[in-house]
């Protein structure tokens, strides 16, 4: 009988001070996609980091361009409906374990920044972000599913409204637009620093200054009515473009019935736009493009 080998974690780099930087990489690809190979090998990451908890958990990305590009579009485009909607299911899943670990967790972003990633970022405590990429470029870090067509599937309807105001942040979500990391508005970042040599460091300042009780970040935490005024606004202005009223549909179960309602909306609209003739044309665009 051949033996199942264990899932690859992801390389932990433990300082004396019991602080645990986690590297994202992805060494066969040009930059750390979130595949399914990926979420496995983050959640069983996270069964390490249970067993042998660290002070403080910083979370990095090896590349110098991109710290996360986001989901797999070719794996979203292949999937059938039931898979696909299986693994949104587990990325919601991993992404909520992480969310929920007793110890400090800081996104320190330093490249793009982008859908899945940010999600990523998102569920993590706290965010630290240098203003430019390590190349001295800025970068974007935002929501951009709606410009293919589809919603965020990890989240991202019920998160960044609770760290941007929503007349920024819900536009944002449904155009797709990602915001440039030299003009981020206020509350994206916890922290913003000059350089990638500053990002542990302000990471540890930031871990020290959180408060327990404020977290986790979520829709809940949001002003309801000017949210789902904002999600009306968006109905009127946008209503010829199908992702931006999943959008809204998704933020509004969000606000009424609560986060995991609106997660599982999220799954619900994005397995049903990847359906959609507008999409389709879209995504194979998209992937020819960056083929």
Same mark, same amino acid.
């Given at each position: 009988?051949?033996?199942?080998?264990? %899932?690859?974690?992801? @390389?932990?780099?433990?300082?004396?001070?019991?602080?645990?930087?986690?590297?994202?990489?992805?060494?066969?690809?040009?930059?750390?996609?979130?595949?399914?190979? !990926?979420?496995?090998?983050?959640?069983? %990451?996270? &069964?390490?980091?249970?067993?042998?908890?660290?002070?403080?958990?910083?979370?990095?990305?090896?590349?110098?361009?991109?710290?996360?590009?986001?989901?797999?579009?070719?794996?979203?485009?292949?999937?059938?409906?039931?898979?696909?909607?299986?693994?949104?299911?587990?990325?919601?899943?991993?992404?909520?374990? =992480?969310?929920?670990? @007793?110890?400090?967790?800081?996104?320190?972003?330093?490249?793009?920044?982008? #859908?899945? #990633? =940010?999600?990523?970022?998102?569920?993590?405590?706290?965010?630290?972000?240098?203003?430019?990429? !390590?190349?001295?470029?800025?970068?974007?870090?935002?929501?951009?599913?709606?410009?293919?067509?589809?919603? @965020?599937?990890?989240?991202?309807?019920?998160?960044?409204?609770?760290?941007?105001?929503?007349?920024?942040?819900?536009?944002?979500?449904?155009?797709?637009? @990602? *915001?440039?990391?030299?003009?981020?508005?206020?509350?994206?970042?916890?922290?913003?620093?000059?350089?990638?040599?500053?990002?542990?460091?302000?990471?540890?300042?930031?871990?020290?200054?959180?408060?327990?009780?404020? =977290?986790?970040?979520?829709?809940?935490?949001?002003?309801?009515?000017? =949210?789902?005024?904002?999600?009306?606004?968006?109905?009127?202005? !946008?209503?010829?473009?199908?992702?931006?009223?999943?959008?809204?549909?998704?933020?509004?179960?969000?606000?009424? &019935?609560?986060?995991?309602?609106?997660?599982?909306?999220?799954?619900?609209?994005?397995?049903?736009?990847?359906?959609?003739?507008? %999409?389709?044309?879209?995504?194979?665009? *998209?992937?020819?493009?960056?083929?």
């Amino acid at each position: 009988m051949t033996a199942i080998s264990p %899932t690859t974690t992801f @390389p932990l780099d433990r300082a004396a001070d019991g602080s645990v930087v986690l590297w994202l990489e992805a060494p066969h690809q040009s930059v750390v996609v979130l595949d399914r190979s !990926m979420i496995a090998r983050l959640d069983a %990451t996270i &069964d390490e980091l249970e067993s042998d908890p660290p002070s403080l958990l910083i979370v990095r990305s090896r590349d110098q361009r991109v710290w996360v590009a986001g989901a797999d579009l070719k794996e979203i485009s292949a999937l059938s409906d039931e898979q696909l909607d299986a693994y949104l299911a587990e990325g919601q899943r991993v992404f909520g374990r =992480l969310a929920a670990l @007793p110890f400090p967790v800081i996104a320190a972003v330093c490249g793009a920044t982008l #859908g899945g #990633g =940010l999600e990523l970022a998102m569920h993590c405590h706290g965010i630290v972000a240098c203003k430019q990429s !390590m190349r001295g470029k800025p970068y974007p870090i935002g929501l951009p599913e709606a410009s293919l067509g589809l919603c @965020p599937g990890w989240g991202g309807t019920q998160l960044l409204p609770a760290r941007v105001e929503p007349n920024l942040s819900v536009p944002a979500i449904a155009s797709g637009i @990602p *915001f440039l990391s030299e003009s981020m508005p206020e509350g994206l970042c916890d922290m913003q620093v000059e350089s990638a040599d500053d990002l542990e460091d302000a990471s540890r300042t930031l871990a020290a200054s959180l408060n327990p009780s404020d =977290l986790p970040r979520t829709i809940a935490c949001c002003d309801e009515e000017m =949210l789902l005024a904002e999600v009306d606004h968006i109905r009127h202005a !946008m209503e010829a473009e199908e992702a931006a009223k999943v959008v809204a549909h998704c933020i509004a179960t969000g606000v009424k &019935d609560g986060l995991a309602a609106g997660l599982d909306m999220e799954r619900e609209g994005l397995v049903s736009l990847r359906n959609t003739e507008h %999409t389709t044309r879209l995504l194979q665009a *998209f992937l020819a493009k960056n083929a």
